[in-house]
């Protein structure tokens, strides 16, 4: 048997503190890691990614709109992260939040659903000193109420522009349904219901239509499916969102970026909506959802098993890839005609990389997109700031505003030079005009000089016949229809 003596014990007295010394620093230096890695703070900044169609109208959209070339800067502790954005947004929205102030409006549909938006007039002239509203579409069971929404508003409201913020179907909390029916990923009818009644009331407004997250599906849709829905628009801007949600289902499944978790997180808040509206739902005889469905979502944890249970029932779609297939932008978005904005962030956990092949695709394709793909910024994150606290705007919030002021601009300078042209035609031939009707009464006159000195010619002969021959060719040349 083996013993230590006293010489022993003494000198592992003295290695056992070193050690501990190690194993801190090993742990300091693997949270350290840990937490650079995840905050993602050896990334540079970076300006954004623009893919576009070499057009005038391109060239001049980069010129009048710095924000789309210069760096996007977020704040530097935790901004690279787009973990961090995308939580920051879904629990704050914004920071130091304005609260503007609207009035409600409820527009009854043919389904006896009752569609509701929120109008905020603007709080000063635009700059083109034109009347202009912006139509706008929130993200997934969102409101006027949410921060973001709140924030945006405010924002454009001081730029001169009028908002009219729609409220998804079911979304508010204190808004009985009217009927069986609840908002879903492509409806479009209630935001038609909205841009209708704008168009009825403001004769003489412009629209500039925008849509956050799945808002973006639905107006890009909204724009592509008849071509009478884009009249009047002066240009769309979409933000975060997907394009396809047949392509996205598969994504979302997946633990790539916590995607899985983000998806359960999103089917709990949309199970809490839905049930809201339980009695609604079930109390009307017109109903396609029933309590065996309302017992599948209570068991659901992801989007899809609750699309399949409850959302694809609303419109009567066989089956969910019917309901994907339909309700998704991605088969509408290439007849929109009017500039489109489409802005993406890299790190959207929500949003996989490989989805971003259709704006960028359709940016190649079409001269009227302009595809924005940003390095940081998250799910509707794109928070500025400098070290730690985040700006009250954010990217966001001002590239919108940028883009739109700079389209109104190009088709009010448009619309100016086509109107100066079209005086300048008529005053062309105006001017052409005259000038035929002086050369015929010129001709005229001579004729009549011309026909009297013959006149005065022998009666016979020859020169009678000259003389009357002349008469008749000047005659017709001053009646001729040419000169006319």
């Known amino acids: 048997m083996t013993t230590l003596n006293d010489g022993d014990m003494h000198t592992f007295g003295t290695e056992l503190p070193a050690m501990f010394d190690g194993v801190k620093m090993a742990a300091v230096a693997t949270v350290l890691y840990i937490i650079v890695r995840y905050l993602n703070l050896k990334s540079p900044t970076a300006s ?16 009048s709109c710095p924000m789309l070339t210069k760096e996007y800067i977020p704040p530097l502790l935790w901004g690279k992260s787009g973990h961090l954005q995308t939580a920051l947004y879904g629990k704050m929205g914004r920071v130091n939040t304005p609260t503007p102030c609207g009035v409600r409006k409820f527009l009854p549909m043919q389904d006896g659903a009752t569609a509701t938006f929120d109008l905020f007039e603007a709080l000063g002239d635009h700059s083109t000193g034109d009347d202009i509203t912006m139509v706008i579409c929130p993200g997934i069971g969102n409101h006027s109420e949410k921060n973001y929404i709140r924030t945006f508003v405010d924002y454009s409201q001081q730029q001169g522009y009028r908002c009219a913020v729609l409220n998804h179907l079911g979304a508010l909390p204190n808004m009985e349904l009217t009927s069986p029916r609840m908002f879903t990923y492509g409806c479009t009818w209630e935001f038609a219901a ?91 005889s017109s109903s396609n959802i029933s309590d065996a469905d309302l017992n599948r979502l209570s068991a659901a944890t992801s989007l ?139 001709l005229d006159t001579f004729c009549m000089v011309w026909s009297g000195t013959l006149a005065q010619g022998p009666k016979t002969g020859p020169w009678s016949l000259t003389v009357r021959r002349s008469s008749l060719a000047l005659r017709a040349c001053s009646s001729s229809d040419t000169i006319r």
């Open 194 to 284: 909205m841009v209708g009644y704008v168009k009825r009331a403001y004769p003489q407004t412009m629209l500039v239509v925008v849509g956050f997250s799945l808002g973006g599906n639905i107006v890009c849709k909204f724009l592509g499916e008849n071509r009478l829905n884009q009249e009047r628009v002066l240009c769309c801007v979409s933000v975060c969102q997907g394009y396809s949600a047949l392509r996205a289902q598969e994504t979302f499944l997946q633990w790539d970026q916590c995607r899985r978790l983000y998806n359960f997180v999103l089917a709990d808040n949309m199970k809490k909506i839905i049930l809201l509206h339980r009695d609604s739902l079930l109390g009307m």
């Open 304 to 442: 899809m098993q609750i699309d399949d249970s409850i959302m694809r029932k609303f419109h009567g779609y066989n089956s969910l890839s019917e309901y994907y297939e339909k309700e998704s932008c991605v088969h509408y978005i290439h007849k929109v005609t009017v500039p489109l904005l489409l802005v993406n962030s890299s790190d959207d956990p929500l949003v996989h990389q490989s989805l971003l092949a259709v704006p960028r695709t359709l940016a190649e394709k079409m001269p009227n997109v302009v595809f924005a793909l940003t390095q940081h910024g998250g799910h509707m994150g794109f928070f500025e700031g400098a070290v730690l606290f985040p700006q009250p705007l954010t990217w966001m919030d001002k590239v919108i505003i940028e883009y739109s002021d700079a389209i109104c601009h190009w088709e009010k300078k448009r619309s100016v030079c086509q109107r100066s042209s079209r005086q300048h035609m008529s005053s062309s031939l105006q001017s052409k005009r005259e000038t035929l009707s002086g050369l015929r009464t010129g």
């Open 48 to 63: 954004p990614e623009i893919i576009y169609q070499d057009t005038p109208l391109s060239h001049y959209l980069l010129k």
